[in-house]
């Protein structure tokens, strides 16, 4: 059995005593603009990001992957951003807050 540290979330304020989750506050597509082409090209927000190039728009939702750990109960956490289509953007976007709404997306 292991030993969890207490940390204070960044997010939340609160105290926890698990593993933090491993999370990115943005896709790389977006960390990889200027700060001009954010500000103009750009759309974020904590789970929906946006970037309208001059040929495409490219759509990007924030999702949690969770790994199992051998020889542990705890799951090891992922913040991770996936690219979707248009259709399955909006699909998610409308459904955010839905619990019962299931769907699976390919990112």
């Not at 059995?1 to 593993?19: A, F, P």
């Not at 700060?35 to 939702?61: H, T, V, W």
Request: negative net charge.
């Amino acid at each position: 059995m292991s030993v969890l540290e207490k940390y204070i979330c960044t997010n939340c304020g609160q105290e926890h005593e698990d593993w933090p989750a491993l999370a990115f506050s943005s896709p790389s597509h977006f960390n990889d603009l200027s700060e001009e082409e954010k500000k103009s090209m750009g759309q974020l927000s904590s789970d929906f990001c946006i970037i309208n190039y001059p040929e495409e728009i490219a759509r990007f939702i924030r999702c949690t992957m969770a790994i199992k750990v051998i020889d542990h109960c705890e799951e090891l956490q992922y913040g991770i951003w996936i690219s979707l289509s248009e259709k399955s953007f909006e699909d998610y976007k409308v459904n955010y807050h839905n619990e019962q709404h299931e769907a699976r997306y390919f990112g």
